[in-house]
């Protein structure tokens, strides 16, 4: 085949027609589930302001300092959405949601961007599912969240996953952690990668997420942050971890876990699946207390989660998961001749008002063409119209699964299909 003119930018893909309705159901399923945990849908552009990005996300994170796709406009500078937490806060700040009263529980479905180097699992678009509860700081929020996340897998069917959790802390641990880390590093340092040398001095915390191998048996071995948690914190984490042996979410402590993002306080989790490969994390969030003050809201504790799509849809294909329903369409018109098309075009307007899904061929295919194609777009029954049937006033209705057919008035065959 020849080569195209054009294709898509690299690491960006097309979701095509066969594809869709296994992302339709995971919608479905994720609007479904949400209505249940009663959360509320919000959907924000899919480009902010840079700085919103920069402040929400993190100076020193890989996303901010490298895989941002970025833009200028006049003196606006702009970014495509790398995640959409810090859009959904910048969205209640803006909009005084708070002023609704109570807290916002609030859910996104939609396309983020991140100038990565593509691999399996790790795209430049991307899609995300991921849920916000604004204005609590109870742990009963950061359970609510995990459960949330968790009821999406379970509806889809991917049990075989490891949620891992860990407390990051609040500043004052936080810096007490971060001095202990980098005394722990100090003496080490020169044999650690460059990466790590790099963080060690802008944010030492950030060596744990290292994956470089002359890194690992340092950080095998190094303090863990849950043994420098102040009293209110270290409470905080204890009673998640109750609230999820009472729901019977199973975890794993994982006291090195950090996530990538700078925002994060107290709570962080991460559910990891093996069916993944190296990109084996199907989605993570926890709490940030600080985000909102950051970007210019009051004090307002939240809790979230974020999660990726097509990750999803790979663990779905490991483990032999149809999400895709079968598409069938109701009816199929095979018209044989100009009057028999005009029949056609006159009939289908009245098969779709009744609620069915119809269709005819346009561009006069032969009856044999025009009954394969009814059979490649699943039709369960076709009407045949020809010279014969207009003069006679009945059509042949054929059940294409049982291969039978008897000719009726349309009339009958509305009714026959809507009964
Ligand atoms: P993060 O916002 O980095 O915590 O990402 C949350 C989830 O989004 C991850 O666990 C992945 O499932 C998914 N994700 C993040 N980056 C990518 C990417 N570049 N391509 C595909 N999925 C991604």
Known sequence: MAQPTFSTHVGMVDILPDEVGKWQKLERIIHEEAKRFNFEEVRTPIMEQTELIARGVGQLTDIVSKEMFAFERGDDQYVLRPECTAPVARSFVEHHLDQRGGTQNLYYIGPMFRAEKPQKGRQRQFHQFGAEVIGADDPAADVDIIAFMMAI????????????????????????????LKDYFRPNLDEMSEISKRRFEKNPLRILDSKEEEDQPFIEDAPVITDFLTEETAAHYEKV???????????????HLVRGLDYYTRTAFE??????????????GGRYDLLIEEIGGRHTPAVGFAAGMERLLI???????????????????????????????????????????A?????????????????????????????????????????????????????????KLTT
């Not at 049990?159 to 007490?176: H, M, Q």
């Not at 109750?242 to 975890?251: H, N």
């Not at 559910?271 to 993570?284: H, M, R």
């Open 271 to 284: 559910l990891i699946s093996p069916d993944l490969g190296a990109q084996d994390a199907l989605g993570g």
């Open 241 to 255: 971890k109750s609230l999820l042996d009472s729901l019977e979410i199973s975890y794993e402590e994982d006291p």
């Open 359 to 415: 269709s005819m061929d346009y561009i006069g295919r032969s009856m044999k063409a025009q009954m394969k194609d009814a059979d490649r777009e699943n039709a369960r029954h076709t009407i045949i119209v020809g010279s014969h049937e207009l003069n006679e006033g009945k059509f042949t209705l054929r059940n294409m699964k049982e291969s039978e057919e008897e000719a009726y008035p349309f009339e009958e065959i509305l009714n």
């Open 153 to 180: 897998y379970d509806r889809v069917g991917i049990s075989n996953t490891t949620l891992k959790i860990n407390s990051v802390g609040d500043p004052e641990s936080r810096k007490a952690y971060t001095e202990a």
């Open 315 to 357: 663990a779905c294909e490991e483990l032999d998961i149809q999400l895709q329903e079968e598409e069938m369409l109701d009816v199929y018109i095979v018209t044989l001749g100009e009057d028999a098309r005009e029949w056609g075009v006159q009939h289908l307007p009245k098969l779709r008002n009744a609620g069915l899904s």
